[in-house]
């Protein structure tokens, strides 16, 4: 009987050992955008900027590993300025993070003139 405990016990530290070392967690790689539309008042889109990541998404957490803003359109009399992206921990991953003035006015040597400002600011979940 004793002989059957112990062979049962060895046995079971074994296959445990081997279970929590050789198991593996899943990575997929993914690339996530998402964007910011601004509008005028007679409804045409005339700034659009897009956060881009890029990382790795596991079961329970997530790793961000580049990030960056595009400009993909942007009309007169619109202008970005001060584009900015970070990474930042959450308790279930990481945010990819971004922001970036929208000035509205004309650019001139001095700044924009006659303008009205605004930052804005996106993020991903990873």
Known sequence: MKKKLFGFISFAMVFSFLVGTVSTEAAFYSNRTTSINGYSL???LVVKETLHADG????SSGD???VWLTTDKC???????????????H?????AKGSFKNIVGVPSPWG???????TQYMSILF
């Open 42 to 44: 007679a409804g045409i």
């Open 56 to 59: 790795y998404s596991y079961s």
């Open 64 to 66: 961000v590993t580049d």
């Open 75 to 89: 009309w007169f009399p619109n202008n970005i300025e001060s584009e900015k992206t970070w990474k930042a921990a």
């Open 91 to 95: 308790p279930y991953g990481e945010y």
């Open 112 to 118: 924009a003139v006659g303008i009205s400002q605004s």
